[in-house]
C-alpha cells in the first residue's frame, strides 16, 4: 500500500493529511483505491472510491 499526505494551510500552520490510497500490485503496477477531499478548514467533507464517491 502507498498513502499520499498533503499539507494544508490553515491560519499559517500546515496540518498533514491523508489524501489518496494505492494498491502495489505484485508486478509493480499501482491501483488507486481512495482519495480523501478536504474543505478550507482542513476538514474531511468527502471519500471518492475507485468506482463511487461517499
Known amino acids: 500500500m502507498i498513502f499520499r499526505f498533503d ?7 500546515l496540518f498533514p493529511r491523508l ?3 494505492w494498491q502495489v500490485l ?5 491501483v488507486l483505491l ?8 482542513a476538514q474531511l467533507v468527502g471519500v ?5 464517491s461517499i
Open 7 to 13: 499539507q494544508i494551510t490553515l491560519s499559517a500552520s
Open 19 to 21: 489524501t489518496a490510497v
Open 26 to 30: 505484485y508486478n509493480g503496477n499501482r
Open 34 to 41: 481512495c482519495r480523501y477531499h478536504y474543505n478550507e478548514h
Open 48 to 52: 471518492s472510491h475507485r468506482d463511487t
